[in-house]
């Protein structure tokens, strides 16, 4: 069992780490006990990977994806909440004031 981890991030409190992996998986690690929390969506997956990923103020996490789409995603299930489409894999993302840019 290996599970290979293209982006992280932690939560904006310090508590949480998340990996986002090459299988569409997101893992969440709680720093300070240094204990696994969680792993998901449970279903559907994030296709060709996540690439790119921040966590939101109110604990959603926004994801991109090689497949070009960028989601958020619910803080706890990791299901998608809204997503869209770009023409690229997703390589980056940056929170900026108000509003997101996304980087192809």
Known sequence: FCIISISIQVSPDGLHLYCGT???????????????????????????????????????????????????TEKETFKSLKSLQALGEITSLALRGEGHMVRK
């Open 22 to 72: 090459t299988t569409g998986d997101i893992l969440m690690i709680y720093i300070p006990a240094i204990q696994f929390k969680t792993i998901g969506p449970e279903k559907k997956k994030y296709a060709m990977g996540i690439t790119a990923m921040q966590a939101l103020v109110n604990g959603d996490i926004l994801i991109g994806t090689g497949e070009g789409k960028v989601h958020i």
